[in-house]
T-cell receptor
C-alpha cells in the first residue's frame, strides 16, 4: 500500500495563477482532509470530506476549493494564488472522523508551495 | 475553535537526558493525540489518549492525559538522536456535531549526540 500520496512535492506559482494539489489514498478511507502548516502556526484545517460527494469547510477555507468524486481522490484547488498561500500543504485520511477513539490519521509527505 | 498551547516551543538537550513537553487547553477534549513530524515528512501518530488520568507508554515515551481532559504531557526517558523532530498534540473538537482535529503549534525537539 502506498498510503497517502501527494503531488507535486514542490511548486512555485505566480500571483493570480491557479493550480490543483493532488491527493490520493489507497486505504479505502472515508474521511479525508487538507491542512496547511505555517511556521509558528501549527496545522490548520482547510477543507475536509466525510465521503464521496460530501465536503465541508475547515478553519481557513478562503481561496481554496475541493471536490470528492471518488473515495480515493481529494484534490485541492487554488483559484487565484496569493503570496499568503505560501505554505506546506498536507493531505490526511482516516477510516473515520479524525480524532475519534482509535482513529488514526495518515498524512501525506506534503506539498511545499511558494507563491511569488 | 478550541485552542491547544504547547510548551516549550523549542527544546535542545543532550542524548541520554530526560524531558517533558506539555499540551494545555482551557477546553475539554474527548480525546487527544500526539504526533511526531520529521523534516520533509507528514506527521505520524504516536498515541491517542481518551480517559482522564490515562497513562500510555510507548517504549521510552510516556503519555499522560490530565484528569479533567484539558491537558496532556509527553515524557521521554533517556532521549536519543532519533527522537529529534516536531511533536504535535491534537485534540478532537466535537462541538456542534462536526468532528475536527485541532492542532497545537508543536514542540521542536533537538537531541544532540
Amino acid at each position: 500500500n502506498a498510503g497517502v500520496t501527494q503531488t507535486p512535492k514542490f511548486q512555485v506559482l505566480k500571483t493570480g495563477q491557479s493550480m490543483t494539489l493532488q491527493c490520493a489514498q489507497d486505504m479505502n478511507h472515508e474521511y479525508m482532509s487538507w491542512y496547511r502548516q505555517d511556521p509558528g502556526m501549527g496545522l490548520r484545517l482547510i477543507h475536509y470530506s466525510v465521503g464521496a460527494g460530501i465536503t465541508d469547510q475547515g478553519e481557513v477555507p478562503n481561496g481554496y476549493n475541493v471536490s470528492r468524486s471518488t473515495t480515493e481522490d481529494f484534490p485541492l484547488r487554488l483559484l487565484s494564488a496569493a503570496p499568503s498561500q505560501t505554505s506546506v500543504y498536507f493531505c490526511a485520511s482516516s477510516y473515520g472522523y479524525i480524532g475519534r477513539v482509535n482513529t488514526e490519521a495518515f498524512f501525506g509527505q506534503g506539498t511545499r508551495l511558494t507563491v511569488v | 475553535t478550541q485552542l491547544l498551547e504547547q510548551s516549550p516551543q523549542f527544546l535542545s538537550i543532550q542524548e541520554g537526558e530526560n524531558l517533558t513537553v506539555y499540551c494545555n487547553s482551557s477546553s475539554v477534549f474527548s480525546s487527544l493525540q500526539w504526533y511526531r513530524q520529521e523534516p520533509g515528512e507528514g506527521p505520524v501518530l504516536l498515541v491517542t489518549v481518551v480517559t482522564g488520568g490515562e497513562v500510555k507508554k510507548l517504549k521510552r515515551l510516556t503519555f499522560q492525559f490530565g484528569d479533567a481532559r484539558k491537558d496532556s504531557s509527553l515524557h521521554i526517558t533517556a532521549a536519543q538522536t532519533g527522537d529529534t523532530g516536531l511533536y504535535l498534540c491534537a485534540g478532537e473538537d466535537s462541538g456542534a456535531g462536526s468532528y475536527q482535529l485541532t492542532f497545537g503549534k508543536g514542540t521542536k525537539l533537538s537531541v544532540i549526540p
